[in-house]
């Protein structure tokens, strides 16, 4: 069946870049979103579409793709972006949504 | 502005059912999906269907076939899972989305379903 894989966990010192990895086939022909998630809220959109960032977003998130892996990169990580990531994408299969299974992202 | 809240915490028995809904304010309903996305504690999301704002049609993961059925009536969605098992024990959320893309744009507060016998 379609899924999506994620590194479980990364971290990255404060300040550095960091690079948090999905892949699947459903991103052959699909963008991945990106959420994040702090303990006890909501997801956020952070990144859709090629290269998208919704209002408030701060311009040090961006999303890339090559193939069947979607990465969304974090230049200067702060403090503050400590959360759970999620990719998600379309899908040809039966479940039209696929979601990543999450990286947890610490900043050190 | 766009908002989209959820109603509260419920505590269901094993085979019950809960109906959880979503009002929506500060958008046009007809003109997006609303999605509805569960998290068992500890673990990630899982999205469970669909509804057009438009329409009312639907689409249901697989996994949820046969046990959820999801509705709409003036700009609110609803959500009702039958046979609830103990693996049911989630928050649900509702998230609006353009179309039939995967863009979650805006999401509801959650609500806590806890199945216990």
């Known amino acids: 069946s379609s899924e999506l894989t994620q590194d479980p966990a990364v971290s990255v010192a404060l300040g550095q870049t960091v690079r948090i990895t999905c892949q699947g086939d459903?991103?052959?022909?699909?963008?991945a979103s990106w959420y994040q998630q702090k303990p006890g809220q909501a997801p956020v959109l952070v990144i859709y579409?090629?290269?998208n960032r919704p209002s408030g977003i701060p311009d040090r998130f961006s999303g890339s793709s090559s193939g069947i892996t979607a990465s969304l990169t974090i230049t200067g990580a702060q403090a503050d972006d400590e959360a759970d990531y999620y990719c998600n994408s379309r899908d040809s299969s039966a479940n039209p949504v696929l979601f990543g299974g999450g990286t947890k992202l610490t900043v050190l | 502005q766009v908002q989209l809240v959820q109603s509260g915490a419920e505590v269901k028995k094993p085979g019950a059912s809960v109906k959880v809904s979503c009002k929506t304010s500060?958008?046009?309903?007809?003109?997006?999906?609303i999605s509805w996305v569960r998290q068992a504690p500890g673990q990630g999301l899982e999205w469970m269907g669909w509804i057009s704002g438009y329409n009312g049609n639907t689409k249901y993961a697989q996994n949820f076939q046969g046990r959820v059925t999801m509705t709409t009536a003036t700009s609110t969605a609803y959500m009702e899972l039958r046979s609830l098992r103990s693996d049911d024990t989630a928050v649900y959320y509702c998230?609006?989305?353009?179309?039939?893309?995967?863009?979650?744009?805006?999401w509801g507060q959650g609500t806590l379903v806890t199945v216990s016998s």
């Open positions: 459903s991103l052959r022909f699909n963008y």
């Open positions: 998230a609006r989305g353009v179309g039939t893309s995967a863009d979650f744009d805006y």
């Open positions: 500060g958008y046009i309903f007809s003109s997006y999906a």
């Open positions: 579409g090629k290269n």
